[in-house]
């Protein structure tokens, strides 16, 4: 549906990319990164609203890179909303459609499939969009993206302004919205949980450059660079040597503590990896209960040394005995009341070895 290929664009001392990436009909990608990562460059550059100093944007087979906004087929729906207070609801929603000269029956007909899917015939005659909350502002806002039905639609940190609740429910209505009309949709957030919840694929900006783009799981569990596991919140990272390559490709890791590590291709001994696991995949082992084959390997003697919690997980900051090295160890609520840990107690954990990543540091 959309592709761009060594896409380079600037903004001020500010450039973007290079930038690959390709994009299939009735998909959802989310981008993800921090402010300032260039995420909204990328969008309004594939839009055509800021020219690329190189590269290419192709849409349905193509080039597109010259072309105008207009003619991309493009819907946009900018962070701000950009609804009109001089208007009403029905004019706001069908102004996009107004400006593409789509005939005034067509156009009713494509607002009244539009408004049980969006919830929004209550709303439809109200004169003053001014008096809209933020949920209603931005299911109006939505309805006027994909009233024209367009080929692709752009998303900009939609939901930031919205409380939690409201957030909750205009992300499943996204879901519903891409699942139901077919459309291709490119969304950009920051929020880590909406960008897992909404993107079959997610891709990962840093300081211009797209660092990686994968499945959920990709992303999550297996992250390629040190950027993009520090910014999806791997506490415990740890600098580690090859000691040795095992038979089976694992390597036998060292430098403060030993573990088994996954293979990694092109390893070798004496090779530096960042070594990784995340909170929530580290196993507390508990007394007296047989270890399946994956829990007899990284077996790890601790004690507890603070306590956070978070809403509806809590965090155990546990030191490893015989070594400096602290890792976070992630529990829900219930298993948290469960265990019953406090600071000083003692604890066995596994490093499961299908749960670290690497990732090379030389």
Not at 44 to 63: A, F, Y
Not at 83 to 99: C, D
Not at 130 to 152: D, F, N
Not at 192 to 201: C, D, Y
Request: glycine content about 8%.
């Amino acid at each position: 549906m959309i592709r761009a290929e060594k896409l380079i664009a600037q903004r001020g001392d500010f450039t973007l990319g290079p930038v690959d990436f390709d994009l299939g009909t009735d998909s959802y990608l989310t981008l993800l990164g921090p402010s300032g990562a260039g995420k909204t460059l990328l969008l309004e550059t594939c839009m055509g609203l800021i020219p690329s100093k190189s590269g290419n944007v192709w849409l349905n087979g193509q080039d597109v890179t010259k072309s105008l906004p207009e003619q991309r087929h493009i819907s946009y729906l900018p962070q701000d909303l950009a609804l009109f207070s001089h208007l009403n609801v029905r004019e706001n929603i069908l102004f996009g459609a107004k400006i593409r000269r789509i005939d005034k029956s067509l156009a009713e007909d494509r607002l009244n499939s539009l408004l049980p899917l969006l919830e929004l015939r209550k709303l439809i005659n109200r004169a003053d969009v001014t008096s809209l909350s933020g949920g209603e502002k931005q299911r109006v806002a939505l309805a006027r993206a994909l009233l024209p039905q367009p080929r692709m639609l752009f998303l900009d940190e939609p939901f930031s302004a919205l409380d939690a609740t409201i957030k909750r429910q205009l992300q499943v209505k996204l879901r519903e919205i891409n699942q139901q009309l077919g459309v291709t949709i490119l969304h950009v957030t920051h929020d880590q949980e909406e960008a897992f919840m909404l993107g079959e694929k997610i891709a990962v900006m840093i300081h211009g450059k797209l660092c990686q783009i994968g499945s959920r799981d990709d992303i999550y569990y297996r992250p390629e660079t040190l950027d993009v596991a520090s910014f999806l919140r791997n506490q415990n990272i740890f600098d580690m040597t090859a000691e040795e390559i095992l038979a089976d490709g694992s390597m036998q890791m060292g430098h403060g503590i030993k573990l088994i590590a996954p293979g990694h291709e092109g390893a070798q001994r004496g090779q530096r990896f960042a070594v990784g696991i995340r909170s929530e995949e580290v196993v507390i082992i508990r007394p007296n209960k047989p270890l399946g084959p994956e829990l007899q390997e990284n077996l790890f003697h601790a004690k507890v040394v603070d306590i956070l919690a978070f809403g509806g997980t809590h965090t155990l900051c546990v030191k490893l005995q015989k070594s400096e090295m602290t890792i976070d160890v992630e529990l829900n609520n219930c298993a948290m009341r469960d265990l019953g840990y406090s600071i000083g107690n003692d604890l066995q954990i596994c490093l499961r070895k299908r749960s670290l990543w690497t990732i090379p540091l030389n």
